[in-house]
């Protein structure tokens, strides 16, 4: 039986609800494929925030290192600036740990509808891989005259051509794995942004060279998102800094049907130290503690997860059982066009993975 450790983060909002949707499925499918979980909850994010002025501990991030991966929810909250959340927990870890490369797929499956018309289950299957420790998130930049009418803001984005070319180099590897039509489109806007993105282009060139049976395809963010609703079949591997990354998933997500699938993962490919297994909905505060939040997103990033910990047998059972849950229509959250509940929703998950 293998063993893992798992530090959980429940986070904030629908965060809390749907990670212990996740937990009660990876249980599930540990009894199925021999697998035994041991799982620490930390108390962190935005409530933490607010009793102690920090998102984590001093120590926090040290506190992660000895564990297999992370699962975490989602972190934000109405009352405090998205950049606290962002800079005082998800950063941190992303960087201490290396996790520089964020992998967020995106496929219409059967039983979902797509806002786009005539689009049917597989038409769209695409990943993208999102540059996700430096770019424009680097934080470099400041204020000078704060607070008067002459006040300046400064905000560099970093590229650098190590950063730049690693990222790029798994978006080949990984269109190499999924065995479709091969194909790597590179997210830039280098005609406005001259210095960062033209180091992007250069890079995504020269990495190029050493794929030559991968067709690429280089787009400005502008026209990806365009395309991305236009005639999102196109696309199979996208590969992007750090900010267009962050955007163009929110459109892929929404094609494909709903937040309340879009999975993720926050990879350190050369296991520096634990990865971060965590769904892009974010925290929905109009419904946090309603029991309405869809807990989809956050069981398939538990089968990233077992992917990643080289549980491909679980990850396919776990993946299967959301997939058969959705594909029969009968449990299914409202943004899904269904009236259950979060937890109804995980006991139909748990149920076909037992059954299956």
Not at 139 to 157: D, I, K, L
Not at 171 to 177: D, G, H, P
Request: charged share 20%; aromatic share 8%.
């Amino acid at each position: 039986m293998n063993e893992y450790k798992i530090a959980v983060i429940r986070g904030d909002g629908i965060g809390k609800e749907v990670v212990g949707e996740g937990l009660k499925a990876l249980e599930a499918v540990g009894s199925r494929e021999k697998i035994a979980w041991g799982f620490t909850e930390f108390p962190w994010g935005s409530d933490y925030y607010l009793e102690h002025g920090e998102m984590l501990p001093e120590d926090g991030v040290d506190r992660l290192a000895g564990f297999d991966a992370i699962f975490l929810g989602a972190v934000g909250h109405p009352e405090i600036q998205d950049h606290v959340t962002l800079n005082g927990l998800l950063l941190p870890i992303r960087r201490t740990f290396d996790q520089y490369v964020c992998e967020r797929p995106s496929t219409l499956y059967p039983g979902v509808e797509s806002p786009l018309a005539g689009k049917k289950a597989g038409d769209i299957d695409l990943v993208v891989v999102r540059e996700n420790t430096e770019g424009e998130y680097a934080n470099v930049g400041g204020f000078q005259y704060e607070g008067f009418p002459e006040e300046v803001a400064v905000q560099t984005a970093v590229f650098t051509r190590r950063g730049t070319e690693r990222i790029i180099a798994y978006a080949f590897e990984l269109a190499k794995e999924r065995g479709k039509a091969g194909r790597v489109t590179s997210i830039t806007k280098s005609n406005a942004l001259g210095y960062g993105m033209a180091l992007w282009d250069r890079t995504f060139e020269a990495v190029s060279e050493r794929y030559p049976e991968i067709e690429t395809d280089s787009m400005l963010i502008d026209r990806a998102c365009m395309e991305m609703i236009r005639a999102p079949e196109q696309f199979d591997v996208l590969v992007a800094s750090n900010l267009f990354g962050d955007i163009i998933t929110d459109v892929s997500a929404m094609v494909t049907g709903s937040m309340g699938l879009a999975q993720s993962a926050n990879l350190s490919p050369e296991r520096v130290g634990p990865s971060m297994f965590e769904p892009t909905h974010g925290t929905a505060p109009d419904i946090a503690g309603k029991g309405l939040a869809n807990p989809m997103a956050q069981i398939l990033t538990g089968a990233m997860m077992l992917r990643h910990l080289g549980e491909g047998a679980a990850a396919d059972r776990l993946e299967q059982a959301t997939l058969q849950v959705l594909a029969q229509g009968e449990i299914l959250t409202a943004d899904l066009g269904g009236s259950s509940s979060t937890s109804s929703v995980g006991d139909a998950i748990v149920s076909a993975v037992l059954s299956g």
